[in-house]
């Protein structure tokens, strides 16, 4: 079983930063990539980002490229989300997820480790 907890949601105006963690215990050496998604009231769990635990490569939803960076502390057991220059419409419950499986996936199902979320508000 692996537990993940996410810190760092706060309340930040247009054109902020924050910086997003996500520490895993249990038994995080099963987990070969990490990521983050966001869910906004009324809308649908949607893929921000994600890397692998192999080769630490990278992948983005296109309204993530070139704001927001994923990264990992020395081991997959800390994951961190660097969003710049937020927006509003960035405003939501961000969940650290992790997965099992050897491709990144953003489909929800396809992660099987999900974090309680934190929340991220963004005033314009």
């Known amino acids: 079983q692996v537990e993940l907890v996410e810190s760092g949601g706060d309340v930040v105006q247009a054109g902020g930063s924050l910086r997003l963690s996500c520490a895993s215990s249990?038994?995080?050496?099963?987990?070969?990539?990490m990521g983050w998604f966001r869910q906004a009231p009324g809308k649908e769990r949607e893929f921000i980002a994600a890397i692998s635990g192999r080769d630490r490569s990278t992948t983005y939803a296109d309204s993530a490229k070139g704001r927001f960076t994923i990264s990992v502390g020395n081991t997959l057991n800390t994951v961190y989300l660097q969003m710049n220059n937020l927006e509003a419409e960035d405003t939501a419950v961000y969940f650290c997820?992790?997965?099992?499986?050897?491709?990144?996936?953003?489909?929800?199902?396809?992660?099987?480790?999900w974090g309680q979320g934190t929340q991220v508000t963004v005033s314009s």
């Open positions: 997820a992790g997965t099992t499986l050897r491709f990144f996936s953003p489909n929800r199902r396809d992660w099987y480790y």
């Open positions: 249990g038994r995080p050496d099963s987990v070969y990539c």
